[in-house]
Each structure stands twice: as structure tokens, then as C-alpha cells.
């Protein structure tokens, strides 16, 4: 993939990640708070579940607290396994249980999912529970990974394990990253009482290899407009066109292609009722078909951009044409008007939309690193 580190540097232009500003200054100061009070409370957390991104399973840790995470008991809890790619998930396992690290892919919607993580922390802490009264399992994770979805059915669980429980607070979850600004924490089991400590999500101050910082940027663990929309679909693309994943959309582009032919071939009754507005909501299942097309005229227009291509990827200038091509392509297929304004945005938007919702497939954009067998 040496193509996408070489247009990195040409077409996103020269950035930093870090908490002096420069180009891009995305370190809120409550982070820095949090990060003071994370660090201060590690130090007395029985077990630590560190939440991580199934997509980005290194990218997305927390460089700066793995010194005192490592020397804790740990669960690496890799959420959003349903957007990861199954056929490389089970090789993050091996890796990590290579390192002698717990691990375990989640999704943390799912409540049988979280019960078998909650089941491994319980194997975890066997010894501690028999000796300790009370407990502390703190969950920790940078933006945007789930971890207050991960909190919130971890409550749903504790209420039905023990009714006897008084009500619980529930996290608050939402799509952009710093929804949680303060530590609070829950009780989850009143023999021995465990308490579960949800905290914000906390990024290092500086990220020194720019293609790490793209890659949470792309999972959202940094805002868009901190690095930009239309570099993080650049960056995108550029992974995309490396992997050469748009040629295996070619059964998409086909049946695309004879659906296009099928509306050519049927005799439309022009009507001016047909220009007003339907009142009536469109039904769940409409919608979802109205997004599947959508994701798949998106693939057919990569497909279509890419099997044409006759440059070479490893080329960052014509790597970088066929971006620009595929940018128009995207906004036809997008059906975005030309002069709409801020048209590239607008791609850039809804492009990032559909990957981050799994409606062009399965990704898991960190490598698997190679571990050489001490002899």
C-alpha cells in the first residue's frame, strides 16, 4: 500500500495531529481533564475493559495509557465486529492471544454478545471476588467506539441479574465522538458489589504517524470537520483503490447495468401528479431498500472507475487522477446536481455515510502484524 502513505503527503497535504494547533487542532481540553482523572483512577481498577474499534483494532488504542493498562487484567473488547471483516477478524484474535492478551470481538447492541464478555471479566476477576467485597471494572476507549452503548447493555443485563438493583442512569450514545465528558459510575452486581465506571473517550495529544490519525478519522473517532470530509473520502478512496476492493463489486456493477436497462425499456406514464410530494412516510423497508440502491450505485461507480483504469496505483499522480474521477463518478451516482454548491462536500458526506454504516462491506483497515516465533 505504499501508494496511499506516497498521496497522503500529495493530495491531503501536509497535517499534524497534535495539541499545538497547526493545521489541525482536535484535543479539546475536556480531554485533557478526563485523561488527569483516568489515570488517577486506573491505579485502583480491579480489571480494565479497553474498547477498541473491530475496524482499526490498533489504530484506535489509546497509545499513551497501554504502560498501565498492560500491567493491569485486561479485556480488549473489539466492538463493531458486524462492520469488520470475519475472514480477518479471527486472525486479530490469534494475534492478540499471541501476546497473551484477552480479546474478545463484540457488538455491543447485542446483549448475548456483552454477556459473554461480562462472563470473561467474571472469569477474570474469580480470584479477586473470593477476597474483595467490592470491585471496580473501569471501561476505557478513545471516541466513539461504543463505549456508552457497551455501559448501557451492560445495565440492561444487571437489572435482570439483580431486580433488587435501584434504577441506574443510562449513558448517553450518540454518532460523534465526545458525547461523554464526565466519569460516572454504575453498579452492575451486589455480591461482591461490582461497580463499572464509564469514562470519556480520550485520544493522545499527538498522533506522529498521519495515516493512524486518518484511520480514526474515518471511523469517527475524530470529528469530520476537525480533519476535513473531503480528505478523509480522499484518504478513503485511496485504500480502497490500493486493495483493488471496487473490483470485486463486479456482480453490482452487472446487475446495476441491467437495471438501467429495464428503466430504459419500460414506457413511462408522465403525470404531474407524479411531482407531488407523497404524504405519507415511507415504509422502514422502503427506506432500506432506497439506501441499499444508493450503496450500490456507489459500488458500481468505483467498479466501473477502477476496471477502466490503466495507470498504476503505486503512482501517486495517477493514483491520484483516478480519485479525481472517481469523485465525479460518486456524484452522479449520488445524484448530486453540478451546481449544487459545495458538491464535493456533499460526495464526501454521504460516501462517508455508507462506510461507516457497513453499506459497502465489511472493512478492517489495520494490518495484522506479523509475529516472529521466539526460538
Given at each position: 500500500?505504499?501508494?496511499?502513505g506516497?498521496?497522503?503527503?500529495?493530495?491531503?497535504?501536509?497535517?499534524?495531529?497534535?495539541?499545538?494547533?497547526?493545521?489541525?487542532?482536535?484535543?479539546?481540553?475536556?480531554?485533557?481533564?478526563?485523561?488527569?482523572?483516568?489515570?488517577?483512577?486506573?491505579?485502583?481498577?480491579?480489571?480494565?475493559?479497553?474498547?477498541?474499534?473491530?475496524?482499526?483494532?490498533?489504530?484506535?488504542?489509546?497509545?499513551?495509557?497501554?504502560?498501565?493498562?498492560?500491567?493491569?487484567?485486561?479485556?480488549?473488547?473489539?466492538?463493531?465486529?458486524?462492520?469488520?471483516n470475519?475472514?480477518?477478524?479471527?486472525?486479530w484474535?490469534?494475534?492478540?492471544?499471541?501476546?497473551?492478551?484477552?480479546?474478545?470481538?463484540?457488538?455491543?447492541?447485542s446483549?448475548?454478545?456483552?454477556?459473554?464478555?461480562?462472563?470473561?471479566?467474571?472469569?477474570?476477576?474469580?480470584?479477586?471476588?473470593?477476597?474483595?467485597?467490592?470491585?471496580?471494572?473501569?471501561?476505557?476507549?478513545?471516541?466513539?467506539?461504543?463505549?456508552?452503548?457497551?455501559?448501557?447493555?451492560?445495565?440492561?443485563?444487571a437489572?435482570?441479574?439483580?431486580?433488587?438493583?435501584?434504577?441506574?442512569?443510562?449513558?448517553?450514545?450518540?454518532?460523534?465522538?465526545?458525547v461523554?465528558?464526565?466519569?460516572?459510575?454504575?453498579?452492575?452486581?451486589?455480591?461482591?458489589?461490582?461497580?463499572?465506571?464509564?469514562?470519556?473517550?480520550?485520544?493522545?495529544?499527538?498522533?506522529?504517524?498521519?495515516?493512524?490519525?486518518?484511520?480514526?478519522?474515518?471511523?469517527?473517532?475524530?470529528?469530520?470537520?476537525?480533519?476535513?470530509?473531503?480528505?478523509?473520502?480522499?484518504?478513503?478512496?485511496?485504500?480502497?483503490?490500493?486493495?483493488q476492493?471496487?473490483l470485486?463489486?463486479?456482480?453490482?456493477?452487472s446487475?446495476?447495468?441491467?437495471?438501467?436497462?429495464?428503466?430504459?425499456?419500460?414506457?413511462?406514464?408522465?403525470?404531474?401528479?407524479?411531482?407531488l410530494?407523497?404524504?405519507?412516510?415511507?415504509?422502514?423497508?422502503?427506506?432500506v431498500?432506497?439506501?441499499?440502491?444508493?450503496a450500490k450505485?456507489v459500488?458500481?461507480?468505483?467498479?466501473?472507475?477502477?476496471?477502466?483504469?490503466?495507470?498504476?496505483?503505486?503512482?501517486e499522480?495517477?493514483?491520484?487522477?483516478?480519485?479525481?474521477?472517481?469523485?465525479?463518478?460518486?456524484?452522479?451516482?449520488?445524484?448530486?446536481?453540478?451546481?449544487?454548491?459545495?458538491?464535493?462536500?456533499?460526495?464526501?458526506k454521504k460516501?462517508?455515510?455508507?462506510?461507516?454504516?457497513?453499506?459497502?462491506?465489511?472493512?478492517i483497515?489495520?494490518?495484522?502484524?506479523?509475529?516472529?516465533?521466539?526460538?
Open positions: 500500500m505504499a501508494g496511499v506516497k498521496i497522503l503527503k500529495k493530495c491531503l497535504g501536509e497535517m499534524s495531529f497534535n495539541t499545538g494547533g497547526g493545521n489541525i487542532n482536535w484535543f479539546p481540553g475536556h480531554m485533557a481533564a478526563a485523561t488527569r482523572a483516568i489515570n488517577s483512577r486506573l491505579k485502583l481498577a480491579d480489571l480494565v475493559i479497553e474498547v477498541r474499534d473491530s475496524r482499526i483494532p490498533l489504530s484506535s488504542a489509546n497509545q499513551d495509557l497501554q504502560p498501565r493498562l498492560s500491567s493491569k487484567r485486561r479485556v480488549i473488547a473489539l466492538n463493531k465486529k458486524d462492520l469488520a470475519p475472514n480477518i477478524m479471527h486472525k484474535v490469534d494475534y492478540f492471544d499471541s501476546c497473551n492478551q484477552d480479546c474478545l470481538p463484540i457488538n455491543a447492541h446483549r448475548s454478545s456483552v454477556q459473554k464478555l461480562l462472563e470473561l471479566v467474571e472469569l477474570k476477576l474469580k480470584e479477586k471476588i473470593a477476597k474483595e467485597p467490592t470491585l471496580l471494572v473501569m471501561v476505557v476507549g478513545v471516541p466513539n467506539v461504543g463505549k456508552s452503548a457497551l455501559i448501557n447493555c451492560i445495565h440492561q443485563i437489572s435482570m441479574r439483580f431486580p433488587v438493583q435501584e434504577k441506574k442512569k443510562r449513558a448517553k450514545v450518540g454518532p460523534l465522538p465526545g461523554t465528558q464526565d466519569i460516572a459510575g454504575f453498579k452492575i452486581a451486589q455480591r461482591p458489589s461490582i461497580y463499572v465506571l464509564d469514562t470519556p473517550g480520550v485520544l493522545v495529544p499527538t498522533i506522529s504517524d498521519i495515516e493512524t490519525g486518518l484511520k480514526l478519522a474515518l471511523a469517527g473517532s475524530v470529528k469530520d470537520s476537525v480533519v476535513g470530509e473531503e480528505r478523509i473520502a480522499q484518504y478513503l478512496l485511496a485504500v480502497l483503490n490500493t486493495r476492493t471496487p470485486h463489486w463486479r456482480n453490482v456493477h446487475d446495476s447495468l441491467k437495471e438501467l436497462q429495464n428503466e430504459t425499456d419500460k414506457k413511462h406514464d408522465y403525470n404531474i401528479k407524479n411531482l410530494p407523497n404524504r405519507r412516510a415511507l415504509p422502514v423497508a422502503s427506506n431498500n432506497y439506501v441499499e440502491g444508493v450505485a459500488q458500481s461507480a468505483l467498479y466501473s472507475t477502477l476496471s477502466e483504469f490503466r495507470g498504476d496505483l503505486e503512482d499522480n495517477e493514483l491520484e487522477i483516478l480519485i479525481e474521477k472517481q469523485f465525479e463518478a460518486l456524484q452522479k451516482a449520488l445524484k448530486i446536481s453540478n451546481k449544487a454548491n459545495e458538491a464535493r462536500m456533499m460526495v464526501s460516501f462517508l455515510t455508507l462506510f461507516r454504516a457497513g453499506k459497502l462491506g465489511p472493512f483497515l489495520d494490518d495484522v502484524p506479523v509475529v516472529t516465533s521466539k526460538l
